[in-house]
């Protein structure tokens, strides 16, 4: 018993339910073959267990024949499949499948398991498996040609059944040219069911028009002679199908007579495809003799059996060397497991997938080919070799590699990351586009001089002495291969870089096996910025399209490298103008500080004293014109912070619901004395109905008190000064000041709301003012705007600001001081400066509160181990340290109050002292009046 072929049976006699699945799901996948689709054919399924065990039996006999149950199996398949309406070839093409199924697929599924089921052992398996099929093929078509026999029993059942049962066409026609009969073959050819075509006229059916006329003609002959040129012969006519295609058919007619009247049966054949492959063979001869492509065959155990002059030229072996030779020649050693591939699907009848590889040549050079294999067979459908057709495709191939490239650099330079992040995918990229294994990117520095920024090596090369030595080498300007491409503009293709004198690192070159090189400028609109170096291991032949690409791509990056120098550039411009406008900011803050500093005793002094009712009425005014200029020095400081602020988008709004009309009741307060002191007349006229605004309360009364006091400042004694407000739009409210001063010279009016622009010849003040407004008002979303008939005819300016609806809002306005019962406070006063603490003191103290007064931090904390007190009024800027400890510190030992005294008045100084404990924070210079009363806001008392 032969061991492989007793193991294949036991196999097949174990796997029944997966040979049944296998083979259904074969049958349902050949629409062609008669109820493939509802599976009528269950006899067969049925059968198949016992089909299985005799061919199991028939392989243990090493394939010899045994007890064979013939008319079983010759029923199922054969006296079933006729009755079930089969034609011939719908029976054998169903016995293929099942031989497939078998000898096939199931014999790969059990060599997969078993190793030694060799290519012998397999080849004698099927052998016996188509021997098999073959005695079962004949004995079903046997049974089948019998029953067929039986049907055509009749004539009219034999007319029948050669009408229903044969392949060609045969369509059956009267005298009159009209269809009698139609049979499936017709049907299936011309696409006409019978039920449409019988009775019709055949000319109108499927004769193409031009011939229509001479179809007449001929049946008009026929019928007057009893002679016609087409009867008895087989002719090539064309036809038509029900769809309009045109098609070509062989016809042969034969006449007869029925009931003394002419019928013609004429017999058509489809041979559209077969003139088709005729000339189709035709062409395919003289394509391969002339073709460029490499048209090979090859039989099953992988020796060459022709070879055309495409393949010669792209392989280099000539028909007479080649042809005998293994297919393995041409194929690199890596890549063999291809061709093994390829051999176990020819083998199974399987066109195998086009795909594209690498070949070599008889020089030795390695090839890239597309390449498409398909089995050749034989007259009886057996794969006895494979064509192969290969096309060199190594051309195509470096384009591809080169626009992908392209479009690779394309992307890496218009990306945002670093030099030092793209340098190295750049190297590696262009380096990729052919067999480079080094790469260099040298960059020209201030001085002229080349350094490496990058190096790239391709993975598995041994060039590390070359990379170090690269990266070590400064090159001067001009030296070097590198320099003279950068000084050039141009690359350079160097064939051998150890035997070129220019090359200066030739020796450590030739040490670690490099030859040819290429180098090309980094261009920029401002000339060469740097070079890229490429080397491999090959003595190089000049590539021109190659060198034609590096000069684009040498472009690309060096606008991408001269972008990423501006954009470093920039950034150390931006930083240095960050670190100037910061230093700008604490400029100004240290100068606010400085400045508000010293004010702060004047003013608290002069007002204390102004308000002395003993006191002279002329110098208790003097005093008070120096309050109202230590007042005006403090309002220019402000101003100049608050410029700051806007300009640099820092200048934050506490946005609440407000009454205009009281905050500009306010602003009219605070310069109603300066308005009866120049004994000017003031007129206000407040009828706006909707006088509700979101807005920062403290800014927009900053707006309207610069408008009054720039009013009261140019007009002159006597003159007058209008206010009033009106509905300005639906949704808005307007406000209008006006003066009969000296005006507005037309010259000045379109820089009047600019930083330091005055509207007059006055030098007091810095011109902020006005800029001030106009950017608060807009930002609350507001317009402000002037108008004067020029100098001398006075001024007008208007804002408008958008209202809310309702009166009486939550918020609105500004709420008048809280009247607190007076009680006295132990307070702790922190201030350095000498002077300050002495006002500041001798004040606190006539106001009936008892002052402890200490100068640093230390002094502060030690006072409060020892003394309990009920507020701490405290400078931030101490000597030892800051007013935030002494906050702290009181804060940890009760729950007194603090308010921050400062020169700093920015936004961030004020949430600082807020984040430290701090109640309120004052600004200085302060006057008695401001410390009164934020000491009753903050404590009650």
């Not at 001030?772 to 705007?785: L, N, Q, T």
Request: aromatic residues 6%; negative net charge.
């Amino acid at each position: 018993m032969n061991a492989p072929l007793a193991e294949l049976a036991d196999y097949i006699a174990g796997h029944v339910d997966w040979i049944t699945e296998a083979w259904v799901g074969a049958i349902e996948r050949q629409p062609d073959i008669h109820s493939a689709d509802d599976l009528t054919h269950r006899q067969v399924v049925d059968h198949l267990p016992s089909l299985c065990h005799d061919l199991a039996d028939r392989l243990r006999s090493s394939g010899t024949a045994t007890t064979f149950s013939e008319t079983e199996h010759a029923r199922a398949h054969g006296i079933h499949r006729w009755e079930q309406g089969y034609r011939l070839d719908e029976l054998i093409r169903e016995a293929g499948i099942i031989r497939h199924v078998f000898a096939v697929e199931c014999v790969d599924a059990f060599a997969q398991g078993v190793p030694e089921f060799d290519a012998r052992a397999r080849s004698e398996a099927e052998t016996a498996i188509h021997r098999f099929f073959d005695d079962m093929l004949i004995a079903s078509a046997r049974q089948f040609a019998g029953e067929q026999q039986k049907a055509l029993g009749s004539s009219e059942q034999n007319t029948a059944a050669i009408l229903q049962s044969a392949l060609d066409s045969i369509v059956v026609i009267g005298e009159d040219g009209r269809v009698i009969e139609w049979n499936p073959a017709a049907e299936q050819m011309f696409g006409f069911e019978r039920t449409d075509a019988v009775g019709k006229e055949l000319a109108e059916l499927i004769i193409p028009p031009e011939f229509r006329e001479q179809h007449h003609r001929g049946m008009a002959h026929y019928l007057a002679t009893g002679e016609g040129p087409l009867l008895g012969r087989r002719v090539e006519v064309p036809a038509l199908r029900a769809d309009g295609t045109s098609i070509l058919v062989e016809l042969a007619i034969t006449p007869y007579r029925v009931d003394g009247k002419a019928v013609f049966t004429a017999y058509l054949r489809d041979i559209t495809q077969r003139l088709a492959g005729e000339q189709a063979l035709q062409r395919l001869a003289a394509v391969v003799e002339s073709s460029n492509d490499a048209i090979i065959s090859k039989d099953l155990d992988g020796s060459i059996t022709s070879w055309n002059e495409g393949a010669s030229r792209i392989f280099g072996y000539t028909a007479q060397e080649i042809i005998g030779k293994p297919i393995t020649t041409l194929i690199p050693e890596e890549r063999r497991s291809e061709e093994v591939d390829i051999i176990g699907k020819i083998r199974q009848g399987e066109q195998a997938a086009h795909y594209e590889t690498v070949r070599r040549r008889k020089d030795g050079s390695l090839i890239n080919v597309s390449l498409t294999v398909s089995p050749i067979k034989d007259h009886n459908g057996s794969v006895v070799g494979a064509s192969k057709i290969a096309r060199d495709i190594s051309e195509r191939v470096q384009h591809e590699k080169r626009r992908e490239a392209q479009y690779a650099i394309a992307t890496l330079t218009s990306g945002e990351d670093s030099l030092p992040e793209t340098a190295p995918k750049i190297l590696e990229t262009i380096g990729n586009i052919s067999e480079w294994i080094f790469g260099a990117l040298w960059l020209r520095q201030p001085d002229d001089s080349l350094t490496c920024h990058t190096t790239w090596q391709r993975p598995g090369s041994d060039v590390g002495e070359f990379d170090r030595a690269t990266r070590l080498r400064v090159l001067a300007s001009g030296e070097g291969i590198p320099g003279k491409v950068i000084q050039s503009g141009k690359p350079a293709w160097i064939p051998d870089v150890v035997v070129d004198s220019n090359f200066t690192r030739r020796e450590v070159a030739a040490f670690n096996g490099l030859h040819g090189a290429l180098l090309f400028p980094l261009t920029s609109p401002g000339g060469s910025n740097g070079a890229i170096e490429l080397l491999g291991s090959s003595i190089a032949s000049p590539d021109p399209d190659l060198l034609r690409l590096v000069e684009a791509l040498g472009i690309q990056v060096g606008l991408y490298i001269e972008r990423k120098h501006t954009e470093d550039e920039l950034h150390r411009q931006k930083d240095a103008a960050e670190a100037a406008n910061q230093a700008k900011d604490r400029f100004l803050a240290a100068l606010s500080h400085e400045l508000r500093t010293p004010l702060t005793p004047v003013l608290m002094w002069a007002c204390a004293t102004a308000a002395d009712e003993t006191l002279d009425p002329e110098l208790r005014e003097d005093i008070r014109m120096v309050c109202r200029n230590v007042e005006l020095e403090a309002r220019l400081i402000d101003d100049l912070l608050d410029l700051t602020r806007i300009t640099q988008g820092k200048l934050q709004l506490k946005l609440q619901t407000c009454d205009v009309h009281l905050l500009f009741e306010h602003a009219l307060e605070i310069v109603r004395s300066q308005v009866t002191l120049k004994n000017q007349t003031l007129f206000a006229d407040l009828k706006a109905t909707n006088h509700q605004i979101v807005g920062d309360a403290t800014r927009i009364q900053q707006v309207f008190w610069n408008l009054l006091k720039n009013a009261q400042k140019f007009t002159p004694e006597t003159g007058r000064i209008s206010v009033r407000s009106y509905d300005a739009a639906p949704g808005a409210v307007g406000f209008e000041v006006s003066d009969t001063g000296r005006g507005i010279d037309p010259e000045l009016m379109p820089k009047l709301f600019t930083a330091f622009q005055q509207g007059g010849s006055s030098t007091e003040g810095l011109g902020l003012g006005l800029a001030i407004c106009k950017a608060i008002v807009e930002m609350h979303g507001g317009k402000i705007s002037a108008r004067s008939d020029g100098v001398g005819a006075g001024a007008t300016f208007t804002v408008e600001l958008s209202t809310v609806a309702g009166q009486g809002l939550e918020g609105s306005g500004r709420s008048k001081p809280t009247a607190h019962p007076w009680r006295k406070l132990r307070i702790l006063m922190v201030e350095d400066h000498e002077h300050t603490a002495l006002v500041m003191s001798r004040l606190l103290r006539r106001a009936g509160h008892e002052v402890v007064a200490a100068n640093n931090v230390q002094s502060a904390i030690h006072t409060l181990r020892f003394t309990k007190f009920d507020l701490l009024v405290s400078d931030l800027g101490l000597p030892d340290g800051n007013g935030f400890q002494v906050m702290r510190e009181l804060a940890r030992r009760s729950d007194a109050k603090g308010i921050a005294v400062s020169g700093y008045g920015m936004d961030e100084d004020v949430a600082q002292s807020s984040a430290a404990g701090f109640s309120a924070h004052l600004t200085k210079p302060i006057s008695p009046e401001q410390l009164t009363q934020t000491i009753q806001d903050v404590t009650g008392a």
